[in-house]
């Protein structure tokens, strides 16, 4: 079983580029990268698991655990980079109070602005393109 599940927006350029981001990474290659847009599209919450589905997926990052822990938002970054070289001691301090609220809350603040970051990005991709 692998250690990590990472839930991820693929039709997000956004999170695709941090996907990316984080795929090129040494220790990657021993998660599960699941890109949850072909779910919603098909509208299969079956293969998200317990506790997820197509909806929740799209709107908020997810990574499930190898014992099916699911974690959401922040604490999900912070689980993530737990398991990334170069990351694991960012995953630690973001996994304890003070710092698990404060990454929960940059995160619950960067959600309302996320499409208007999308569509800039969107249109500096075309243009480089």
């Not at 970054?77 to 990351?87: K, S």
């Not at 404060?102 to 480089?128: C, E, S």
Request: hydrophobic fraction near 45%.
């Amino acid at each position: 079983m692998p250690p990590l599940t990472i839930y991820y927006d693929g039709s997000c350029p956004l999170c695709r580029r941090e996907i990316a981001f984080y795929k090129s990474n040494p220790d990657a290659a021993q998660l599960v990268w699941h890109d949850v847009s072909v779910n919603f599209q098909a509208n299969d919450d079956a293969s998200l698991g317990d506790g997820l589905n197509c909806q929740r997926a799209m709107a908020y990052f997810h990574v499930r655990d190898a014992a099916g822990q699911l974690f959401e938002g922040g604490a999900a970054f912070a689980r993530l980079w737990l398991e990334l070289r170069g990351w694991r001691l960012a995953g630690r301090v973001f996994s304890v109070r003070p710092f698990s609220w404060a990454i929960n809350l940059g995160y619950k603040m960067f959600l309302p602005i996320r499409p208007t970051v999308q569509k800039y990005l969107l249109k500096w991709d075309a243009r480089h393109s």
